[in-house]
């Protein structure tokens, strides 16, 4: 049980303090988008000391300590793991303001009861008492993303990756369950060095010998029916920033694939990639649909035209599945709400065929986080949006949804505070938000 401490951390008015506490602390974790070890996961791999918890494949810190000038040997090197967690300690001072400074400290506070600042000096100490009560605690990886209140995450996954973790996970039939999201990103670039292994090595996952546009469907499509036996009901998708709309045929999707698969790949151009991707959201679109799974876009800030118009054609060629839009940008965030209600109002056939969501809340700063809140508010319904991606890495997975728990209520009780809205209509909105929305949406429960 979170101390009262550790649950007021961060919000700032008794509204703010009253809305989580009643509405917010007890629901359950629904990660949309994370980059965990599933493989960790699966084992139950034991967790000894705080840099296995923190540092351990998290290119994002790793990314940090190099801005802040820490060798490589520290980082991904052989020096020792107290070594690596004292490097850590000594360039969190650099780094306030930035998530991970207070992701870090929040993370001390609610798993460890430790209030102490992360730096130079408190550096042994910390180390000693984390090391202490994880031992005393005995938890694996999969116990400490249990306990944090995480009901369901859906971990990136290539095509071609094994799904043995997940079948594991799943046999135990625990209440937390692990799925694949599906990423068939790769795919998209075939004007990239190396496809044509990487579609060797899908043939292979899938027993196909992709030779043409139709044998690549074909391969797709039994890889998709492995991801969904064992439980995936969602994939995931970025726009990016080469990717401008092109009408799409077979015809010439299928000579592009094969410029890739004979190794012409420096061959492509802009305008044939851009078609064999528009190809590929259509292709994929239309197995999502079949199968009801969710679309989870993340949008690029100078892409949206590219994404509106994408969705639009997809929609009206009845190939559009259910869809979640996604960005971290403030100004993007506003242009997604745009995009979101036009496409709704073509599509009104479709029971809320395109929502939008939070995307990247690892990479978010509290107050950014706020504004970005208060600006989807301004453009569209913000009890429609359905929570967050967290693309973490960390197994304190759950540690991302409450920076943006408490972030949502302190705006949302700062309303309440000003008369603006009632505290019954803010407390239904919250759980919406954090919780209910994504859980129909993904029919999870």
Same mark, same amino acid.
């Given at each position: 049980?979170?101390?009262a ?6 919000l ?10 009643e ?15 599933v ?15 923190w ?7 790793w ?23 004292r ?14 400074y207070?992701?870090?400290?929040f ?10 600042t ?7 100490t ?24 995480a ?16 079948e594991?996970?799943?046999?135990r ?6 799925l ?14 190396g ?56 015809h010439?999707a ?26 590929l ?5 239309a197995?999502y649909?079949?199968? =009801? %799974? &969710?679309?989870?876009?993340? #949008?690029?800030p100078s892409?949206?035209? *590219? !994404?509106?118009?994408?969705?639009d @054609? ?59 809140i ?33 972030s949502?209520?302190n705006?949302?009780? =700062? %309303? &309440?505070?000003?008369?603006? #809205? ?5 407390? *239904? !909105?919250?759980?919406?938000?954090? @919780?209910?929305?994504?859980a ?6």
């Amino acid at each position: 049980m979170e101390s009262a401490s550790n649950m007021d951390f961060l919000l700032n008015t008794p509204s703010a303090t009253k809305l989580y506490r009643e509405c917010v602390a007890d629901l359950p974790i629904l990660d949309l988008c994370c980059h965990l070890d599933v493989s960790a996961l699966a084992d139950n791999k034991e967790i000894t000391n705080i840099t296995e918890l923190w540092l351990y494949g998290d290119p994002k810190k790793w990314e940090l300590m190099r801005v802040c000038g820490v060798n490589e040997r520290f980082i991904t090197g052989n020096a020792s793991d107290f070594e690596k967690f004292r490097e850590f300690c000594r360039i969190m001072p650099m780094l306030i303001g930035n998530p991970q400074y207070i992701a870090c400290h929040f993370e001390l506070q609610r798993f460890f009861d430790c209030e102490l600042t992360i730096n130079s000096d408190n550096c042994e100490t910390i180390w000693k008492e984390t090391s202490y009560k994880l031992a005393k605690q005995g938890l694996g990886a999969f116990d400490y993303v249990k306990m944090s209140g995480a009901r369901t995450i859906f971990v990136t996954c290539a095509p071609t990756d094994s799904l043995s973790p997940y079948e594991i996970i799943r046999s135990r039939g625990t209440e937390l369950s692990v799925l694949p999201l599906f990423s068939p990103d790769k795919c998209f670039d075939v004007n990239q060095k190396g496809i044509a292994a990487y579609f060797s090595e899908v043939g292979k996952v899938s027993s196909v010998d992709i030779c043409d546009y139709d044998s690549f469907c074909h391969a797709y499509e039994i890889l998709m029916d492995r991801f969904g036996a064992v439980g995936c009901r969602t994939a995931y998708h970025k726009i990016n920033a080469d990717h401008s709309f092109i009408k799409p045929d077979m015809h010439h999707a299928n000579l592009i694939l094969k410029k890739a698969l004979y190794g012409k790949y420096a061959e492509i151009t802009n305008d044939e990639l851009s078609l064999w991707k528009t190809q590929l959201m259509r292709f994929f679109g239309a197995e999502y649909l079949k199968r =009801n %799974w &969710v679309m989870q876009i993340e #949008c690029s800030p100078s892409r949206n035209s *590219e !994404t509106e118009a994408i969705l639009d @054609y997809m929609s009206s060629s009845n190939v559009l599945p259910k869809t979640v839009l996604f960005s971290n940008n403030i100004i993007d965030c506003a242009l997604v709400a745009e995009i979101c209600k036009k496409l709704c109002r073509i599509d009104q056939n479709r029971s809320v065929a395109i929502i939008q969501g939070i995307g990247g809340i690892a990479e978010i700063g509290t107050v950014e986080l706020e504004t970005i809140i208060e600006s989807i508010a301004a453009k569209t319904a913000i009890g429609s949006v359905i929570g967050i991606q967290s693309r973490a890495y960390g197994y304190g997975v759950c540690i991302m949804h409450e920076l943006f728990r408490k972030s949502l209520c302190n705006v949302i009780g =700062n %309303w &309440v505070d000003k008369g603006i #809205c009632p505290e019954c209509a803010a407390a *239904e !909105t919250i759980k919406k938000i954090c @919780y209910h929305n994504a859980a129909q949406y993904f029919e999870i429960d």
